[in-house]
């Protein structure tokens, strides 16, 4: 088992900028992929962003391409998500998973989830 705590989320100006935390614990951290998806009121849960085990690749939503930036200290067992230039539209909640396989897909493709982090943007 792995468990995920995520924090870092808040309330923000459009603008602004966080910066959301995950820390990992139970299993080797370096072994899994690491994402972050969001939901907002009333919609799907979406993908966001995506880091292989070592850090080398990254994969990020068109919708906050140049704007959210994820990254890992596999030292610490942590994964960010730097968010900047923050809009409205950037409100949900936002969970940290976790992933065995190498290029994890959909959101059924991660094996782990943390209890997700608000995050609220006002315009």
């Known amino acids: 088992q792995v468990q995920l705590v995520e924090s870092g989320g808040g309330l923000v100006q459009a603008g602004g900028s966080l910066r959301l935390s995950c820390i990992a614990s139970?299993?080797?951290?370096?072994?899994?992929?690491m994402g972050w998806f969001r939901q907002a009121p009333g919609k799907e849960r979406e993908f966001v962003a995506r880091?292989?085990?070592?850090?080398?690749?990254?994969r990020v939503a068109e919708s906050v391409l140049g704007r959210f930036t994820i990254s890992r200290d596999n030292a610490k067992n942590t994964v960010y998500l730097q968010m900047n230039s923050l809009k409205a539209e950037d409100t949900a909640v936002y969970y940290c998973?976790?992933?065995?396989?190498?290029?994890?897909?959909?959101?059924?493709?991660?094996?782990?989830w943390g209890q997700g982090t608000q995050v609220t943007v006002s315009s």
């Open positions: 998973t976790a992933s065995s396989r190498l290029v994890p897909g959909t959101a059924r493709e991660y094996d782990y």
């Open positions: 139970g299993r080797t951290f370096s072994n899994y992929v």
């Open positions: 880091i292989s085990r070592g850090g080398g690749s990254t």
